[in-house]
């Protein structure tokens, strides 16, 4: 006769014996997901800019000793400390060291631009050059030389870099609001789309309009040369000097905004739940992006995708707090420009490859695969 026992195989609980006096444990728990502590993430943001700032110091010792004539490190070292007049003295201290410097500040401006815009829209395809902010700049530069005798304009870097802001924040503000309108008569919220398309239209009407005036005045032609692509060759040997007071205002204007478009990040509602005047900092934000992006085409013509590349290659290093952020688009962008100078100086052959077009060929292909990897609405 069966029992009970034979039928039924007994219930064993944790901890309990099962037959055959084997035991059996709870399963141990899933081990939990480590997580990075504020004092690591500093960290690895301090090791980031350090290996930046690196890469810079490398791109600014090749900037000195590469190009038609390659100089060796003693050359370069003996032309910057005790020069005594040679070729190689004469091709570091008055060629190759001011178009450095100037690639340095265009670098670091343009990046930290780039971080603005991005912030400013919440758009991870919005860079000046793409929102037709630089093409705006050199747009009044050219007209401002064509009728500069007409009203009188002052010749010099002051005249230039106030054109060129006109310019710059004159785009922007028509940019903005075209996708503005846009929008509202989708009867859509902000598309991530609309902002770079209206961008690009507004960029190549307004190259075309320059095209145009530069055809049409002998003058204006002779000026557009330097910026109609982008180039660090060519350039006045103070020029950066004379730029730098204005970058320096840019700069702290970014900075000014950092923190608060941290907040924005979070939403313009919960922005203003935590005490930020959101019209404040947009008006900010884009008198910044205008004054740095004039600036940079106003030394060296309009260089797209610095912005985009720093931008993204910034928040991928260090995240998209711009408290790090910031910082590190500063020698980030400079060694972007500088490696980009040298590569058209080494593949172009007897002739040298604009800054411009090697930038163009680098991010041109980043952002169409950034718009592929895009589902607008």
């Not at 290996?51 to 060796?72: E, F, K, P």
């Not at 959101?278 to 992006?293: D, F, G, K, P, Y």
Request: net charge positive; charged share 10%.
């Amino acid at each position: 006769m069966e029992t009970l026992t034979s039928r039924h195989s007994p219930q064993v609980t944790p901890g309990s014996a099962a037959q055959g006096g084997a035991s059996t444990s709870p399963a141990p728990a899933p081990p939990h997901p480590t997580k990075t502590t504020p004092r690591q993430h500093a960290s690895h943001s301090r090791r980031a800019f350090a290996l930046t700032c690196v890469i810079l110091v490398v791109a600014v010792i090749a900037s000195l000793a590469l190009g038609a004539q390659t100089l060796s490190p003693t050359q370069v070292w003996t032309a910057l400390t005790t020069p005594s007049g040679t070729q190689a003295d004469v091709i570091v201290r008055d060629l190759r060291l001011p178009r450095t410097l100037l690639g340095v500040l265009v670098g670091a401006i343009l990046g930290v631009a780039g971080v603005l815009a991005q912030s400013l829209t919440r758009n991870p395809l919005a860079d000046p050059g793409i929102l037709g902010v630089s093409a705006g700049a050199a747009f009044f530069i050219v007209v401002g030389t064509a009728t500069g005798s007409i009203i009188g304009l002052p010749d010099g870097p002051l005249t230039t870099v106030a054109l060129a802001f006109a310019g710059a924040l004159a785009a922007t503000a028509l940019v903005f609001g075209a996708t503005a309108v846009a929008d509202r008569r989708r009867h859509t919220g902000a598309s991530t789309a609309t902002l770079p398309v209206i961008g690009v239209a507004t960029s190549a009407a307004l190259s075309a309009i320059t095209s145009a005036v530069s055809l049409l005045n002998a003058s204006s032609l002779d000026a557009y040369r330097f910026w109609a692509v982008g180039s660090l060759a060519g350039r006045p040997s103070d020029l950066w000097l004379a730029l730098t007071p204005f970058a320096l205002i840019g700069l702290a204007l970014a900075a000014l905004a950092g923190r608060g478009l941290d907040a924005v990040a979070l939403g313009e509602d919960l922005a203003a739940g935590l005490g930020v005047d959101v019209r404040r900092l947009r008006a900010l934000t884009i008198i910044a992006i205008a004054l740095l992006t004039g600036t940079a085409v106003a030394a060296c013509g309009p260089l797209a995708f610095v912005g985009l590349l720093v931008a993204h290659t910034g928040k991928a290093l260090v995240g998209p707090r711009h408290i790090r952020l910031i910082p590190l688009a500063l020698p980030l962008g400079a060694a972007t420009v500088l490696l980009a100078d040298i590569t058209g100086r080494l593949v172009g052959g007897g002739a040298e490859l604009a800054t411009g077009v090697v930038l163009g060929l680098i991010g041109g292909p980043l952002f169409v695969t950034l718009i592929a990897r895009r589902n607008p609405r």
